[in-house]
């Protein structure tokens, strides 16, 4: 992918869910709509937090705009940090049913589809560069098993085909709000405008690193 | 106390310590230092993290400026809110030397002094105005046992005796900077702007609310 | 405190609370009534999970067993080894109603009363030699405001009036056992037998060493 | 896969790493050796903590015994439960060195070959009998990117082949046992006895249930 001046950039964000009246994912991605970044313009687009609803509204935002990179947000209550993820699989398993009321359990999110698939985010370079600004950051390993998962495994199973050449796409946790922090005692946050540089910075290395650092992000178990 | 004209403030804050370049603790204080919070002018002092020192100088403080109100602040490094102090206890035990490589076992912060001091401050109110505010809070029973905790019974021994009579004073530990969690991958952090303006409320709180809030705040253990 | 012949070991534990069917502290307890201890008979009695009526059942059992060295256990549910507190406060601060549905918010434990008590049991010996024998161990610093603090805070204010010189005492947090934990994924237990073999070396320490260590284990926070 | 007199079922553990002395997967290993479970006799195989040579190690072992059901066990030293774990992906990339001191980063356990393989034991049937048991148990979504998943991810690739049709296989963490957990203060544990009963639950449960339970058992994120 090199950024032109037409390049086009989808940063989704979820509806809020479990209650919650609002969502940093969608709130991060609204605040960036419209900039642009690296010579790539960001459109932000809103998701519900529905299995199957979810990946169709990515689907129809990945039709229409055909952008040359995307990035799937989402909010990880409790992470304490930025968390480019590293990996998506192909199962939902919920936990708590999904904002239509869906609790599916060990089904594929698509059928007769690889297990899983690498994000093709420059992952540890983002956290490298989220650091030196000063933002807290690193590699998760493991998305989860509900909508976030789901909608990221969607979209890396999209870009794999080859109509998508070359187009990367990943997804990112961010943690709660302070304001979604105060009724969880105890519970880590980051406040939206260090989200926001956050997801713009995510962005800028995006579009301007192509070979990922080889540096350990790993976990041991 | 009755907040007038000519009520001054005590903030202190610490230096830095544990290899750390800068500590939210005295970054807070300075910041608020000459600033009128509800007719008291804040006087922030920094305190060296060493055991004994830091108790001679906050003497020397507290002799000069003859404060209506002290609050003293610290780093909780791995916190991720504004903790309010309970209590304080006659103490020494560090885990690791101080900032003068002295690492008092078991020792008495003041000898022939009572075992622990409750703060008088109206930390129940400041954790509920706080969060109200936005700003994650909580009340925490264990000032641990390093320098703080030794500053905290130390201020208390002090405001305990008659001449003092009717100086509120506690304990208030702030989480770790952003820029001080980049480098401990999963530590929870807050910006100073949050934690400045948590400060400031607390402050406000403590010069109006004369009888603390009877919500529980304890813990199981 | 010599071991005597004659000794008798006053070792208390709960009855299960909060929805719980069995409290691994009266377990233990249970297991080890009867047994002689380095020439010390353990006496086991259970005290109800209530502000109040425990602090009564304990001071019946003193009276009546003059016990020569004092063991109160509580369940830690959550922590993951066996932790002798240091620390007694006298404050009563419920986060959850009590087995008779009182819920006290900051009353004092004894009115005119210490702020708090040190444990006089020899806690850091009694670390060292656990882990020795490889049965994990801490020292906490704060027993919480529910009711295994306020029986706690009862017991060493028992045991510093002029009557009961020379009498030890403190109290244990033992970890939720297997059966426990299972309701709760991620919940640390310890088998029954480990808590018992440790309540065992717990008590053996307290009979034989005198003088603690100086070891820190101190907090920072 | 049917029971029958002549099954085998190969049970791995790793031998000690990271300056450990002593690693609970090989011990609960090698107490089940020999042992016969429903009409299958364990035989218990140590893999080098080792990328490479563990995998070796591990097909020298498939091919000479022809198992029936394939379970690798590992330590994951902070765990409180038994971890079945989900999902096996095709990644090293190791935080610390191995016991040979290698350390790779991003490179594919098998080139060429897919993202990630599933579990094909009934994780979920484990998990509830064990629970049962009074043994606590979780399914775990990620089993890191170390040594462990190495060999998940072998196992499971050896297992995709067609001679292997049939042949059922997964991984499971255990947590450190209470002579390691005894060296860093609040480490969770589970004694060696109680691993052992689980992973004996375990491998009846695999060598009984054909269709696993469908109960949630996911994660958020």
Redesign the interface.
């Given at each position: 992918m090199t950024a032109s001046a037409v390049s086009r950039i989808l940063l989704t964000g979820f509806e809020p869910f479990?209650k919650d009246s609002i969502n940093p994912s969608w709130e991060v991605a609204r605040a960036l709509d419209g900039e642009v970044i690296v010579g790539g313009t960001v459109h932000a687009v809103q998701l519900p937090c529905v299995f199957g609803n979810a990946m169709q509204v990515l689907d129809e935002a990945l039709t229409q705009l055909q952008p040359a990179l995307v990035i799937s947000l989402?909010?990880?209550?409790g992470?304490?940090?930025i968390t480019p993820e590293?990996?998506a699989?192909n199962?939902?398993?919920?936990?708590?049913p999904d904002n239509a009321g869906k609790?599916p359990?060990?089904e594929a999110v698509v059928s007769n589809a690889?297990?899983?698939?690498?994000s093709t985010l420059p992952i540890?370079a983002m956290v490298r560069n989220?650091?030196e600004a000063?933002?807290?950051?690193?590699v998760s390993?493991?998305?989860?098993?509900?909508v976030?998962n789901h909608v990221f495994y969607a979209l890396m199973h999209r870009l794999s085909r080859r109509a998508a050449a070359g187009v990367r796409g990943g997804f990112i946790?961010v943690p709660a709000l302070?304001?979604q922090?105060?009724k969880q005692?105890?519970?880590?946050?980051?406040?939206l405008?260090?989200q926001i540089s956050a997801i713009r910075e995510a962005i800028r290395t995006a579009m301007t690193v192509q070979q990922?650092l080889?540096?350990?992000?790993?976990?041991?178990?």
């Amino acid at each position: 992918m090199t950024a032109s001046a037409v390049s086009r950039i989808l940063l989704t964000g979820f509806e809020p869910f479990d209650k919650d009246s609002i969502n940093p994912s969608w709130e991060v991605a609204r605040a960036l709509d419209g900039e642009v970044i690296v010579g790539g313009t960001v459109h932000a687009v809103q998701l519900p937090c529905v299995f199957g609803n979810a990946m169709q509204v990515l689907d129809e935002a990945l039709t229409q705009l055909q952008p040359a990179l995307v990035i799937s947000l989402g909010l990880a209550g409790g992470r304490s940090d930025i968390t480019p993820e590293r990996v998506a699989i192909n199962l939902d398993d919920a936990r708590i049913p999904d904002n239509a009321g869906k609790q599916p359990v060990d089904e594929a999110v698509v059928s007769n589809a690889p297990a899983a698939y690498f994000s093709t985010l420059p992952i540890k370079a983002m956290v490298r560069n989220l650091r030196e600004a000063g933002i807290p950051a690193s590699v998760s390993n493991t998305a989860g098993t509900f909508v976030c998962n789901h909608v990221f495994y969607a979209l890396m199973h999209r870009l794999s085909r080859r109509a998508a050449a070359g187009v990367r796409g990943g997804f990112i946790h961010v943690p709660a709000l302070p304001q979604q922090a105060v009724k969880q005692p105890g519970m880590a946050s980051m406040v939206l405008e260090a989200q926001i540089s956050a997801i713009r910075e995510a962005i800028r290395t995006a579009m301007t690193v192509q070979q990922d650092l080889r540096e350990n992000a790993g976990q041991l178990h």
